[in-house]
């Protein structure tokens, strides 16, 4: 008995290689740049505000981290 498979590999053009690479890197921009606001918003606050929120000065990086690219 003979039985015929066939497959289909899905073809991804080179523009759309592109586009991928291309939206890929806009979002890495648009979190960086959510990081480097969180980062200075909260790097622009005093001791007593940062103490009022609850956060202390060393804790700013992994916040900026968390609120750019989540946990």
Do not use: C, P, W
Not at 3 to 32: C, E, P
Not at 47 to 61: K, P
């Amino acid at each position: 008995m003979a039985y015929v498979n066939t497959t289909r590999v899905a073809h991804i053009s080179v523009a759309d290689r592109i586009m991928g690479l291309v939206d890929g890197f806009r979002k890495m921009q648009a979190r960086r740049a959510i990081y480097r606001q969180t980062l200075r918003e909260l790097n622009a606050l005093s001791g007593r505000e940062l103490a009022d929120l609850g956060i202390h000065r060393s804790m700013i990086t992994r916040l900026a981290q968390e609120a750019a690219y989540g946990k």
